[in-house]
């Protein structure tokens, strides 16, 4: 044996160790060997390299990851850390280097960190159907994803990187383009891709064309003809770019060409327009909440929502359903259809109003410290990690706890306030960054803490509508130790942007505005539905659909009942902006099933 293969075969044996001893570590999914990577270049230098789910910057980060250091050196190899987040396969989905899964062959392996027993060539059997519901479903060897794993593990597919393979093979890049519905239909959960599929399709083709007077009726308006001229056919040819992705429930912009064309027994007459469009149908709110924060299989459970809205509809103009979806089972979901009601004076499980000025907090030292979900409520108050890696409570500030802000943006969501007080602080020399927005996406405010480390700074975010704030920056160490707002009044005045308002000028001449701002009104809306009686424990997630109905009364002449269309999604269903891409289902409500 040369010395570079015993060399190998030494390195081989090490990593088998590390594998048994970071078996456990929930913050490192694998361990292999390769080239050490170094300012993003392989170096000619064999190493061990720990694939972790997060980089994490200091011992205090580690240890409420609930993880430990990776030391230099082990066993005489240098030490490579590389993030690593590989995307979930299933069954019929292919990655982006298009597989065809009827082939077989391709790496795959279980992810669900049991790395001490993972190989380093296991292949993706065949695609078969279950005999009874002929569901998707595929077969490898038990070595592959079953020795050592557990029901429910997730499988990916490449698989895991081992000697020459890199991770950029392994995680699922999602890029900008003409698949922009279907990153929805990934990301949200099953039972609302379909309406949020739609959803999106509706509202890009409305924004770009018009739905007051659609480029056929204004093509006609431009090429009259003359007495006796008779018009023989019409063409409408459309280009259309989207700047920003065409979510529905979103003030998005898009760009469009498109060309009338006229053939009569005369000519051809043409007409071109170029313009800049934005989406007019959405909402500047909305909020659901159920009656209890748990309850027993069986017994009914009692939902109150509302939605801010800046168009001047009446309230039964609305078409709202409450959609509950068991962590258990995300391809099923319960419905209900909310009818209007009167608003309660509060909401159930909300704060009471403390009167006009009062604020509202959430104070993170009533939650135990530790691991919580990726995205979910603290009270009133909702969050999403944007890594969708799980968040923190944490002690580094006894006798405070505080809420870990993650290396990438933690995106806060509640009821639209008028004034945010956050209390936060930071361990890097990174400060912490708060931006608000309201429901058309404006930047209302944002906030900076000074650079000032292991200290509470308080930051105050002022702003009509503010019914969601980006939290970033603090280098993975900064804490968000409080939370509070000031609920807007039932009635309030929301400010647009330029290019928005001018839209919505054109789109909806009915909103009246006052140097850009729009008057923002409320409705409130009930219903029920009761648990199935065997159903078992658990948590629920609560999502709210909101539509328009066409209030177009029977009798109306055609040509102006044509510039009115029900049926746009006006509710806001993503965090896009602060992901890129990547488009994430923000949460609405959850509660227990005890």
């Known amino acids: 044996m040369s010395e570079q293969e015993a060399n190998v075969e030494r390195l081989k044996a090490a990593v088998a160790h590390v594998r048994k001893e970071y078996g456990g570590d929930p913050n490192v999914r694998s361990v292999g060997y390769g080239l050490k990577r170094q300012q993003g270049a392989l170096q000619d230098t064999l190493s061990i390299i720990f694939y972790v789910k997060r980089k994490l910057q200091s011992e205090r980060a580690i240890a409420s990851a609930g993880s430990r250091p990776i030391p230099p050196e082990i066993e005489g190899f240098p030490t490579d850390v590389e993030e690593a987040n590989p995307g979930r396969a299933s069954a019929g989905q292919r990655d982006e280097r298009q597989y065809d899964p009827l082939i077989g062959g391709v790496a795959s392996s279980n992810a669900a960190g049991h790395i001490y027993w993972f190989n380093e060539g296991g292949t993706l059997g065949m695609?078969?159907?279950?005999?009874?519901?002929?569901?998707?479903?595929?077969?490898?060897?038990?070595?592959?994803?079953?020795?050592?794993?557990?029901?429910?593990?997730?499988?990916?597919?490449?698989?895991?990187?081992?000697?020459?393979d890199h991770v950029e093979a392994?995680?699922?890049?999602?890029?900008?383009?003409?698949?922009?519905?279907?990153?929805?239909?990934?990301?949200?959960?099953?039972?609302?891709?379909?309406?949020?599929?739609?959803?999106?399709?509706?509202?890009?083709?409305?924004?770009?064309?018009?739905?007051?007077?659609?480029?056929?009726?204004?093509?006609?308006?431009?090429?009259?003809?003359?007495?006796?001229?008779?018009?023989?056919?019409?063409?409408?040819?459309?280009?259309?770019?989207?700047?920003?992705?065409?979510?529905?429930?979103?003030?998005?912009?898009?760009?469009?060409?498109?060309?009338?064309?006229?053939?009569?027994t005369e000519r051809t007459l043409t007409h071109e327009v170029e313009e800049t469009r934005t989406n007019p149908h959405f909402l500047l709110g909305k909020l659901v909440v159920t009656d209890k924060a748990a309850y027993q299989p069986g017994e009914r459970v009692h939902l109150t929502a509302a939605v801010w809205d800046y168009r001047p509809r009446p309230c039964d103009g609305y078409h709202v359903v409450a959609h509950l979806i068991p962590h258990a089972r995300p391809g099923t979901a319960l419905r209900v259809v909310l009818q209007q009601a009167a608003c309660p004076r509060t909401f159930p499980q909300q704060p009471p109003d403390q009167g006009e000025g009062e604020l509202i907090c959430v104070v993170f030292n009533e939650w135990e410290t530790g691991e919580y979900p990726a995205q979910g409520k603290f009270g009133w108050l909702g969050y999403l990690s944007t890594t969708q890696e799980p968040v923190w409570v944490v002690d580094w500030f006894e006798p405070a706890q505080a809420l870990q802000i993650p290396h990438r943006p933690l995106v806060l969501t509640h009821t639209p306030a008028v004034r945010v007080v956050a209390r936060v602080a930071q361990f890097t020399g990174t400060p912490v960054v708060l931006l608000a927005y309201n429901a058309a996406g404006v930047l209302l405010d944002q906030q900076a803490a000074p650079a000032e480390q292991g200290a509470i700074?308080?930051?105050?975010?002022?702003?009509?509508?503010?019914?969601?704030?980006?939290?970033?920056?603090?280098?993975?160490?900064?804490?968000?130790?409080?939370?509070?707002?000031?609920?807007?009044?039932?009635?309030?005045?929301?400010?647009?942007?330029?290019?928005?308002?001018?839209?919505?000028?054109?789109?909806?001449?009915?909103?009246?505005?006052?140097?850009?701002?729009?008057?923002?009104?409320?409705?409130?809306?009930?219903?029920?539905?009761?648990?199935?009686?065997?159903?078992?424990?658990?948590?629920?997630?609560?999502?709210?659909?909101?539509?328009?109905?066409?209030?177009?009364?029977?009798?109306?002449?055609?040509?102006?009942?044509?510039?009115?269309?029900?049926?746009?999604?006006?509710?806001?269903?993503?965090?896009?902006d602060v992901l890129g891409c990547t488009v994430v289902m923000l949460l609405d409500h959850v509660f227990d099933v005890i």
């Open 127 to 164: 695609l078969v159907r279950d005999a009874g519901d002929s569901a998707p479903m595929a077969l490898s060897n038990w070595h592959v994803w079953g020795d050592g794993g557990e029901e429910g593990d997730d499988i990916i597919q490449p698989g895991h990187p081992t000697a020459g």
């Open 457 to 576: 700074h308080e930051l105050v975010l002022r702003g009509d509508g503010i019914v969601q704030v980006v939290a970033r920056g603090g280098g993975g160490e900064g804490l968000l130790i409080s939370y509070c707002i000031e609920p807007a009044p039932e009635s309030f005045s929301a400010g647009l942007t330029v290019s928005i308002a001018a839209n919505v000028q054109v789109e909806a001449p009915e909103v009246k505005l006052a140097q850009g701002r729009a008057r923002v009104r409320r409705c409130c809306f009930t219903g029920s539905i009761q648990l199935p009686p065997d159903e078992t424990a658990g948590k629920w997630d609560v999502h709210l659909t909101v539509q328009n109905i066409n209030p177009t009364p029977e009798g109306t002449p055609p040509e102006q009942a044509a510039t009115t269309i029900g049926g746009h999604l006006l509710s806001a269903h993503a965090a896009a």
């Open 170 to 264: 392994v995680t699922k890049v999602a890029a900008c383009g003409p698949l922009i519905t279907s990153l929805i239909e990934w990301e949200a959960p099953s039972p609302l891709t379909g309406a949020l599929y739609g959803g999106a399709a509706a509202a890009a083709i409305a924004a770009a064309a018009s739905d007051q007077r659609d480029p056929t009726r204004r093509g006609q308006d431009q090429t009259a003809v003359n007495p006796g001229e008779l018009t023989t056919g019409e063409t409408v040819t459309m280009a259309i770019e989207y700047p920003q992705l065409p979510l529905p429930g979103v003030a998005f912009e898009t760009r469009v060409k498109w060309q009338y064309e006229r053939r009569t």
